[in-house]
């Protein structure tokens, strides 16, 4: 079967400091990737998503990037948290764009 | 405003009662509408997923519909349990090209049952 795991779950920063998300996916090849945040109220908003080894796509432009150096692995970065960076960031994979997406547990990132 | 519009905002129901929760959106043409439960501070997970062909698609207690002339979905939770208390997202995946494939995520009904 497979799984997402993402880490940590927890994540306490300052302003001014570098991050690093990473999220693995086991039991599927080739899968879509994605990175989300959560606002506090609001929707999720996609960040990033990947259909391939190398290939990512940004959605919204911020302080944040990502990069897929394996197949199965989703990295998302920063060089420099900012606070509005603050929020719930969600791993998730899918086998097209058009089936159900499975998430992982999120990152509660607080940037102080 | 939102192209996916969720409502209640919020619902609290009695443990062993049913609920529905609706889902209006704008989004045309559209290519599937899912429903997703999410625990507090979890990641959701999907319950159904349909297109625009399909009317109803059930998973254990949760039933979800679809009238795609009237743009409306419905997701009814029958015999309510404690374990059902979470926020419930309605998605829309709009269909054609660039922007207009993308999931409109709307922002959720959060449902508490009450022993």
């Known amino acids: 079967s497979q799984t997402i795991h993402q880490w940590p779950a927890t994540l306490v920063q300052p302003v001014g400091s570098p991050l690093s998300l990473e999220c693995t996916v086991e039991?599927?090849?080739?899968?879509?990737l994605y990175w989300y945040r959560q606002a506090a109220g609001r929707g999720l908003q996609l960040l990033f998503y990947?259909?391939?080894?190398?290939?990512i796509s940004s959605e919204v432009p911020q302080n944040l990037s990502a990069s897929r150096p394996q197949d199965r692995q989703f990295i998302l970065s920063s060089k420099k948290l900012l606070l509005s960076d603050s929020g719930f960031y969600l791993c998730?994979?899918?086998?097209?764009?058009?089936?159900?997406?499975?998430f992982g547990q999120g990152t509660r990132l607080t940037v102080v | 405003k939102n192209q996916v519009e969720q409502s209640p905002q919020s619902l609290i129901i009695l443990e062993g009662k049913n609920c529905t929760l609706q889902?209006?959106?704008?989004?045309?043409?559209?290519?599937?509408l899912r429903w997703y439960k999410q625990d507090t501070g979890r990641g959701p997970v999907s319950l159904t997923i349909?297109?625009?062909s399909e009317n109803t698609k059930s998973n254990g207690r949760y039933t979800a519909t679809l009238d795609a002339d009237t743009k409306q979905s419905s997701l009814h939770i029958t015999a309510s349990q404690l374990s059902d208390s979470a926020s419930y997202i309605c998605?829309?995946?709009?269909?054609?090209?660039?922007?207009?494939?993308?999931?409109?995520w709307g922002l959720g009904t959060s449902l508490a049952v009450n022993p």
């Open positions: 039991g599927t090849s080739n899968p879509n």
């Open positions: 998730a994979w899918s086998v097209s764009e058009n089936t159900e997406a499975f």
């Open positions: 998605v829309v995946r709009g269909l054609g090209a660039g922007n207009n494939r993308k999931l409109i």
């Open positions: 990947s259909v391939g080894i190398g290939q």
């Open positions: 889902c209006n959106y704008t989004v045309s043409p559209f290519s599937n």
């Open positions: 349909m297109t625009f």
